[in-house]
């Protein structure tokens, strides 16, 4: 599976498509990432190296200077910042470029 990139106008734009048929019952990681944070060109190669992982996972990254309206509603105000979405329900979010502790929680929510 590949991380696909995303950007969204705003939440409505967002909510439509990460509720696609296609992603129903499946566990969607986002990742919030900005071009200039090195935290997040730390952990980059680590997550797409996940996306391997599991492939029965979905995989997006945001670039939040793309996407800033949608950012703020979701409450994201560190990078990098990874969210857990179902069926159009947040599950769960971590802030910081932590690796186990982002496997842990893909593990866990898969």
């Known amino acids: 599976m590949t991380v696909e990139?995303?950007?969204?106008?705003?939440?409505?734009?967002?909510?439509?498509?990460?509720?696609?048929?296609?992603?129903?019952?499946?566990l969607i990681v986002i990742d919030f990432t900005a071009t200039?944070?090195?935290?997040?060109?730390?952990?980059?190669?680590?997550?797409?190296?996940y996306a391997d992982q599991y492939p029965e996972v979905v995989f997006f990254q945001i670039d939040v200077d793309e996407s800033d309206e949608l950012s703020e509603v979701?409450?994201?105000?560190?990078?990098?910042?990874?969210?857990?979405?179902?069926?159009?329900?947040?599950?769960?979010?971590?802030?910081?470029?932590?690796?186990?502790?982002l496997l842990k929680t893909i593990i866990a929510l898969k």
Not at 6 to 24: G, L, M, W
Request: glycine share 4%.
């Open 5 to 26: 990139s995303k950007a969204f106008v705003n939440e409505a734009a967002f909510r439509a498509d990460i509720t696609q048929e296609q992603y129903k019952n499946k």
């Open 74 to 101: 979701l409450g994201v105000s560190a990078m990098p910042t990874f969210q857990f979405w179902r069926n159009g329900e947040k599950l769960e979010a971590i802030t910081g470029a932590d690796r186990d502790k």
């Open 36 to 49: 200039w944070c090195p935290p997040c060109q730390y952990i980059k190669p680590i997550f797409h190296s």
